[in-house]
C-alpha cells in the first residue's frame, strides 16, 4: 500500500505532500514534481497509511535522491545567487522599479524563477529577455503582495514564534478590522497588525468562537433583568461569561450570564 509523506521542498520551504510505495525515513531526501517541475525536498514527516480512493489526490515521489543530486542542488542554488545579482543590475540599466527578493532553479534547471515586490505593476518583459539570453533557460517573474513577501521570507511574529504564513499556513485567509473589534482588541495598528504590515491572520483563528460565544451574551446597550434590578448592560466578559449591568440607584454590579 502506498503511503504520505510530509516533503518540505528545499527552494521554497513549502510542505507538500506526497505518495510512494517506498518506505522513506525522515530526513531523507527526494526528487518530486512541484507544477511540474523537478524539485529537491526533505521528507519532514513520517509516513500515513490512506485509502485506496484517495491515493489519486497526491502526486508521487519520484525517487530517493542521490548523493550527486544533492550537489547538484548546492550548485544550482549558487548559480541562482549569481544570477540574482545579474537580474538586479538588468532592472537598474531598464529603470524599472522592483526590489528581488530571491531567486532559484529548478532542479532539472529548465526554470529560473525571480520573486520581486514593486509598488506598481511593472512591466518586465524586455528583463526577462535578456535573463533567458543570458541563462538559456525558462524565466518567471513573479511579483508578489507584503503579505507574500512576509510568507516568502519569514520572520518572527509578536507571539514569538515564526510567522504561520511561513510555516504552515498555505492561503490568505480574508482578515477585517471587525474581527479585531469582534475581540475587543485595542485597534492599535502596532498591536493588530503583522510584519507584513497588514491585519494578523490569527485574528482569523478564533472569531468563529467569539461570534457564537457572543451570541448567547445579552448586547451592550440592551436591557436586561437581574436580582439586583433592571439595568443596562455596559460591558460584556466573555472569559468570565459575565456582564456588567448599570442599574438605576445601585450602580454597575456584574453578574454571571448563567444567573440571569
Do not use: W
Not at 78 to 88: G, H, K
Not at 111 to 130: G, S
Amino acid at each position: 500500500m502506498k503511503k504520505v509523506y510530509g516533503v518540505k521542498i528545499l527552494n521554497t520551504n513549502k510542505t507538500i505532500y506526497y505518495v510512494s510505495e517506498e518506505f522513506f525515513y525522515v530526513h531523507d531526501y527526494v526528487i518530486v514534481l512541484v507544477n511540474k517541475n523537478t524539485q529537491l525536498g526533505e521528507i519532514i514527516k513520517d509516513c500515513v497509511k490512506i485509502k485506496e480512493e484517495r491515493i489519486d489526490q497526491f502526486e508521487e515521489i519520484l525517487n530517493k535522491a542521490t548523493n550527486q543530486d544533492k550537489e547538484k542542488f548546492e550548485r544550482n542554488k549558487e548559480e541562482a545567487s549569481r544570477a540574482l545579482i545579474d537580474a538586479i543590475k538588468l532592472s537598474q540599466q531598464l529603470n524599472l522599479s522592483m526590489k528581488f527578493l530571491n531567486a532559484y532553479f529548478s532542479f532539472d534547471r529548465s526554470q529560473l524563477l525571480f520573486n520581486f515586490i514593486a509598488d506598481d505593476r511593472v512591466d518586465f518583459r524586455e528583463l526577462a529577455k535578456k535573463l533567458a539570453q543570458l541563462y538559456k533557460t525558462r524565466i518567471e517573474l513573479r511579483q508578489l503582495g507584503v503579505r507574500d513577501k512576509a510568507k516568502s521570507v519569514g520572520g518572527i511574529g509578536p507571539c514569538g514564534l515564526s510567522l504561520c504564513c511561513h510555516t504552515f499556513l498555505k492561503s490568505f485567509d480574508s482578515v477585517s478590522i471587525n474581527m479585531a473589534k469582534n475581540q475587543s482588541l485595542s485597534l492599535n495598528p502596532i498591536k493588530i497588525n503583522g510584519l507584513c504590515g497588514r491585519l494578523l491572520c490569527c485574528l482569523k483563528y478564533e472569531d468563529d468562537t467569539y461570534t457564537d460565544l457572543k451570541s448567547k451574551m445579552p448586547k451592550v446597550g440592551s436591557s436586561i433583568k437581574t436580582k439586583s434590578g433592571v439595568g443596562q448592560v455596559v460591558s460584556i466578559d466573555i472569559f468570565k461569561n459575565s456582564v456588567k449591568v448599570d442599574i438605576p440607584k445601585k450602580g454597575i454590579v456584574e453578574e454571571l450570564v448563567d444567573k440571569l
